[in-house]
């Protein structure tokens, strides 16, 4: 059975399933038309659209997760019984009916949407904070608070593969994979960041003191260039995996966005926006290409856990402490009068430009309007014999 086939809520168990509901709750007037999903008896830990953006699949710290319909709000599906503690995060394993879920109490299950039943079952070592799916589809890793370790399994059968102990020196908050299934990556409460090379099994990357705080969440852009690092500190940084200009330069820093520790973070499927979820309760929308905060979205009555955007950027999910999933209509945010002024403003600054030649990036002034000035790097210029020089100021 396909599960976007699906038309009626699922349990895997009977009896004990909590009241749900969803609904419009939005003033008449908003210019954000946001949908409220209730289900879920406790705090909503994780969040993500799954299968082309038609479904919601969610994890709470009630040991549950569901399975939604996007149009309706509907629940399609509760993963229940297999989890004696909180749920920390779930996931999809990608072209697959199969779900992947960690908990605290160390365990990572892989659930069939079909049958709501669990495929197999692994005990890990310590609380597991996080987990993530390979884009390949064949790898799950999980993060200890024990030992400070990685564990990684396989997405079939869940035999461990590699077990990198001491990975951090404290608690691993979170562990992501790229798209192209090339690089782990993973956060800790110690301020670091490792990236560890699936070919190789070695770590590859490790960049220290990152954040002034503990970094809550990564995540990457979708051709893996570009790394996203949340924090305590109330900012986001971004970091070149690809150029390593942050070897120099440090990584980019986000700030102003949130007044509070900065929980979650996730990037469009074309990297223009990053969206970013907060202590503050509330969510951020960034544009990637003149680095800038264009909108806040407020409505969640307590902590904001984690985030996510729809491939097409039209919607945003956010769950919360709160108990609740909202799902944010942006289709049309660009033309919103804040956000317009706000472009505004901000336009006198600077813009990320790529060198059409060596394929750094760089910053122009937005003031800039010669394309032969700012299509190459400032080497590059410098290098090429016959660069054009700027013509004097008439007379």
């Given at each position: ?44 830990s994780s969040c993500q659209f ?175 260039q570009y790394l996203c690092t ?78 996510n955007i729809s491939t097409d ?83």
């Amino acid at each position: 059975m396909d599960p976007l086939a699906l038309d009626e809520a699922k349990t895997s168990e009977d009896s004990g399933e909590p009241e749900t509901g969803s609904q419009w709750e939005h003033e008449p007037l908003s210019q954000i038309p946001v949908k409220v999903l209730r289900g879920h008896a406790d705090s909503v830990s994780s969040c993500q659209f799954c299968f082309s953006d038609t479904r919601l699949l969610t994890g709470s710290r009630d040991q549950t997760a569901i399975f939604w319909d996007v149009e309706t709000g509907t629940q399609l599906m509760v993963l229940k019984g297999g989890h004696s503690a909180a749920i920390t995060s779930c996931c999809l394993v990608p072209k697959t009916n199969r779900v992947i879920t960690s908990s605290w109490d160390k365990k990572v299950n892989a659930w069939d949407l079909e049958t709501g039943k669990i495929l197999w079952t692994k005990t890990q070592g310590g609380i597991l904070m996080s987990c993530s799916v390979s884009g390949d589809g064949k790898y799950v890793a999980s993060a200890s608070d024990m030992e400070s370790a990685l564990y990684l399994n396989c997405a079939d059968t869940g035999q461990r593969l590699h077990y990198l102990k001491g990975h951090h020196k404290s608690t691993i908050t979170s562990c992501q994979f790229d798209a192209q299934s090339q690089h782990l990556a993973s956060v800790s409460a110690d301020r670091s960041i490792k990236l560890w090379d699936l070919c190789s099994h070695k770590t590859t990357l490790s960049i220290n003191s990152a954040h002034t705080n503990v970094i809550s969440s990564c995540c990457f852009t979708s051709n893996g260039q570009y790394l996203c690092t949340a924090s305590w500190d109330r900012t986001l940084q971004l970091w070149d995996i690809r150029a390593g200009s942050f070897r120099t330069k440090g990584g980019v820093q986000l700030k102003k966005g949130h007044d509070g520790c900065v929980s979650s973070c996730a990037f469009s499927s074309d990297a223009s926006v990053l969206v970013s979820g907060a202590y503050d309760r509330t969510v951020t929308l960034w544009d990637m290409r003149g680095l800038r905060k264009t909108l806040i979205l407020k409505g969640h009555s307590d902590w904001v856990t984690d985030v996510n955007i729809s491939t097409d950027k039209n919607w945003v999910i956010s769950s919360s402490k709160d108990c609740t999933v909202r799902l944010w209509n942006i289709e049309q945010y660009e033309n919103i009068p804040a956000v317009i002024e706000t472009r505004r403003t901000q336009g006198m600054g600077f813009q990320i430009v790529k060198c059409e030649e060596c394929g750094r990036c760089f910053s122009v002034s937005r003031l800039e309007n010669s394309s032969s000035v700012i299509s190459k790097c400032v080497f590059c210029r410098l290098k090429s014999p016959l660069r054009d020089l700027p013509a004097p100021p008439p007379l």
